[in-house]
């Protein structure tokens, strides 16, 4: 994984660009030489990072569920203090 955030992805790979080093995302076939390259990788980092942040979101979702239902196993967790 390159990166998920479109913004750092585009610009780590003009920095990359600027010292000759080319990136090749294998599984896209996607070449930072290709002149259509910031469409298809900003398609596929958009994509990337909807699919990040629903993750997210169903994960807050599940430990908060289970808080209010009183089946969570992270708040049920005894702490030690000295």
Same mark, same amino acid.
Not at 12 to 31: R, S
Not at 34 to 40: A, E, R, S
Not at 70 to 77: F, L, M, Q, V
């Given at each position: 994984?390159?990166?998920? #955030? %479109?913004?750092? !992805? =585009?610009?780590? %790979?003009?920095? =990359? /660009?600027?010292?000759?080093?080319?990136? &090749?995302? +294998?599984? +896209?076939?996607? #070449?930072? @030489?290709?002149? #259509?390259?910031?469409? &298809? =990788?900003? /398609? &596929? =980092? !958009?994509?990337?990072?909807? +699919?990040?942040? *629903?993750? *997210?979101? @169903?994960?807050?979702?599940? %430990?908060? *569920?289970? /808080? +209010?239902?009183?089946? *969570?196993? %992270?708040? @049920?967790?005894?702490?030690?203090?000295?």
């Amino acid at each position: 994984r390159f990166s998920r #955030d %479109i913004v750092i !992805a =585009l610009q780590a %790979i003009q920095k =990359l /660009a600027t010292t000759g080093v080319t990136v &090749h995302f +294998e599984a +896209e076939g996607i #070449d930072s @030489n290709t002149p #259509d390259l910031y469409t &298809h =990788l900003t /398609a &596929h =980092l !958009a994509v990337a990072e909807m +699919e990040h942040q *629903s993750r *997210s979101e @169903n994960i807050t979702w599940g %430990i908060r *569920s289970s /808080a +209010e239902q009183g089946t *969570s196993k %992270i708040y @049920n967790k005894k702490c030690l203090v000295m």
